[in-house]
């Protein structure tokens, strides 16, 4: 069992930025594909990133050129630096992970953090 938890949403202005965290409770997170999704108010979760083994990433057409996803395999947290955002990025925020694989549909992870709320004002 993998317990993810996440940090860092909050309330920014549209251009701003924010970081989220998402901490994993396992000594082999270097094997773990992980992703993030968001779902905002009356929509499906969506697929905004994921990272892989050997620094590969994948971003949604939506947020490419303005979010980075990036990994500490030592501190078994991955990051979501988000730049430029705009106030269609409002939603909850889900970290995911799956044991050797990635994915961007969201039923293929196992494990999934509690979510963390970013708005963004206009």
């Known amino acids: 069992q993998v317990q993810l938890v996440e940090s860092g949403g909050g309330l920014a202005q549209a251009g701003g930025s924010l970081r989220l965290s998402c901490a994993a409770s396992t000594s082999i997170f270097s094997r773990y594909g992980m992703g993030w999704f968001r779902q905002a108010p009356g929509k499906e979760r969506e697929f905004v990133t994921v990272t892989w083994s050997g620094g590969n990433t994948w971003y949604a057409d939506s947020v490419k050129g303005r979010f980075t996803i990036s990994r500490d395999n030592a501190k078994n947290t991955v990051y979501l630096q988000m730049n430029s955002l705009k106030p269609e990025d409002t939603a909850v925020y889900s970290c995911?992970?799956?044991?050797?694989?990635?994915?961007?549909?969201?039923?293929?992870?196992?494990?999934w953090g509690q979510g963390t709320q970013v708005t963004v004002s206009s």
């Open positions: 995911a992970a799956d044991y050797n694989r990635y994915s961007r549909f969201a039923v293929n992870y196992k494990y």
